[in-house]
């Protein structure tokens, strides 16, 4: 079955400290994989894709296929980074999303 | 330019009675997906449409729940005789290619309280 977990539901940090949002996936093939982010008061989007290997906000996330794992990392959080982040997979093209239960990422002063 | 929109943002209703849901996608959007964000059970998706056809529908969680897309564009997700556990934040994403990637872009949501 295809599924994505994220353990956490709640990560709590303080500004300056490292962060990483875990996320696994189970998939029978390859996947795509996504990080999504929905900052208080706004609406869901992309943060970035395994695809494009690329850096956004200071994030990055590398795919461990021997893992099965596409943590979030980032060397120094700020206190605008806070929001809930949100792992997905898709078997890709126009396919269906599937997410997991999402992380609350708070990040203190 | 103008992104995903959804209407209303609030919907509150009594137990039984129907609602519709409406959803203008991102103007050229061929592909158009319905989700559904709730407490218990985080986002799931439930419908999606290429063009006015439905190829997956595997989301939907019972008959009481519909969908359709007329001209490409417009959206209506319809729930018949609604339940508490209905309630929930209702997502709607569009999506098109841009090369080799797809997006999907996602509506400010729907937020349906059924008492």
């Known amino acids: 079955a295809q599924r994505v977990t994220q353990p956490e539901k709640l990560l709590s940090v303080f500004k300056g400290a490292p962060v990483e949002l875990k996320c696994n996936y189970s998939?029978?093939?390859?996947?795509?994989l996504f990080w999504y982010v929905q900052y208080s008061r706004q609406r869901l989007q992309l943060l970035l894709r395994?695809?494009s290997r690329e850096s956004i906000k200071g994030f990055t996330a590398d795919l461990n296929k021997g893992e099965t794992s596409f943590h979030l990392k980032k060397p120094f959080a700020q206190e605008e980074d806070s929001a809930m982040y949100y792992c997905?997979?898709?078997?890709?093209?126009?396919?269906?999303?599937?997410f997991g239960a999402g992380t609350r990422l708070a990040v203190h002063p | 330019g103008a992104g995903v929109s959804q209407s209303p943002s609030n919907k509150v209703t009594e137990k039984g009675k129907d609602v519709e849901l409406r959803c203008d996608p991102i103007?050229?959007?061929?592909?158009l997906y319905w989700y559904r964000q709730s407490l218990g059970q985080g986002l799931e998706f439930l419908i999606y449409?290429?063009?006015?056809?439905?190829?997956?529908k595997s989301g939907l969680p019972s008959d009481r729940f519909s969908a359709e897309r007329t001209g490409g564009s417009v959206s209506t997700l319809t729930i018949q005789r609604t339940q508490q556990e209905d309630s929930a934040v209702y997502l709607c994403?569009?999506?098109?290619?841009?090369?080799?990637?797809?997006?999907?872009?996602f509506g400010p949501g729907t937020r349906l309280t059924v008492t």
């Open positions: 103007s050229g959007h061929t592909a």
């Open positions: 994403a569009s999506s098109t290619r841009q090369g080799r990637t797809y997006e999907q872009y």
């Open positions: 395994h695809i």
């Open positions: 998939y029978s093939g390859s996947p795509e």
């Open positions: 449409f290429q063009g006015n056809s439905a190829p997956d």
């Open positions: 997905a997979l898709t078997s890709g093209g126009y396919n269906k999303l599937i």
